[in-house]
């Protein structure tokens, strides 16, 4: 927390917390996490509708353009595959084994909320629910973390 308030190194921590995230997945397959290369192409064009529509309120906000800058732009990516790699693949899985795919999709979903709690306001909070559910529903009907990642990270850039 400390590096990420201090000027200079707020990049370099956002980068080393997306590692860390993907980190949590280590010792896993890529197919037990959705990561498995089946169906390339329809993944990533259902990562486009799935960013898409996460997109759709700030697209009623921007006017001006996204809100990013373009110097964060690394760090958005490192962060959003990290999480996704840790919520939506290796918690995910592990709270399947324990207790099915609504364990899964609903206690990755409030985890994944809790934890934007210590960073967004509480009124950002819903959204950061839905979108979650979203994933989550996805991560679990298809199997599929490819297009969960394409949309996080193409979100997170975009706002």
Same mark, same amino acid.
């Given at each position: 927390?400390?590096?990420?308030?201090?000027?200079?190194?707020? %990049?370099?921590?956002?980068?080393?917390?997306?590692? #860390?995230?993907?980190?949590?997945?280590?010792?896993?397959?890529?197919?037990?996490?959705?990561? $498995?290369?089946? *169906?390339?192409? #329809?993944?990533? /064009?259902?990562? /486009?509708?799935?960013?898409?529509?996460?997109?759709?309120?700030?697209?009623? &906000? !921007?006017?001006? #353009?996204?809100?990013?800058?373009?110097?964060?732009?690394?760090?958005?990516?490192? =962060?959003? =595959?990290?999480?996704?790699?840790?919520? &939506?693949?290796?918690?995910?899985?592990?709270?399947?084994? =324990?207790? $099915?795919?609504?364990?899964?999709?609903?206690?990755?979903? @409030? @985890?994944?909320?809790?934890? *934007?709690?210590?960073? *967004?306001?509480?009124?950002?909070?819903?959204?950061?629910?839905?979108?979650?559910?979203?994933?989550?529903? !996805? &991560?679990?009907?298809? &199997?599929?973390? =490819?297009?969960? %990642?394409?949309? *996080?990270?193409?979100?997170?850039?975009? @706002?």
């Amino acid at each position: 927390m400390l590096a990420g308030r201090t000027p200079g190194l707020e %990049i370099a921590s956002l980068l080393g917390g997306g590692l #860390g995230l993907c980190c949590l997945a280590a010792g896993r397959r890529p197919g037990e996490l959705g990561l $498995g290369t089946t *169906h390339l192409g #329809g993944r990533l /064009l259902g990562g /486009l509708a799935l960013a898409a529509v996460l997109l759709l309120p700030a697209a009623v &906000r !921007w006017g001006g #353009g996204p809100l990013l800058d373009p110097s964060l732009a690394a760090a958005a990516v490192a =962060v959003s =595959v990290g999480e996704e790699v840790a919520f &939506r693949g290796a918690l995910f899985a592990s709270l399947e084994t =324990v207790g $099915g795919p609504v364990l899964a999709v609903l206690g990755t979903t @409030l @985890l994944w909320t809790l934890a *934007h709690a210590l960073s *967004h306001p509480a009124e950002f909070l819903p959204a950061v629910a839905a979108a979650g559910l979203l994933l989550g529903l !996805w &991560r679990w009907a298809c &199997r599929d973390l =490819v297009a969960p %990642i394409v949309a *996080h990270v193409l979100a997170d850039v975009a @706002l």
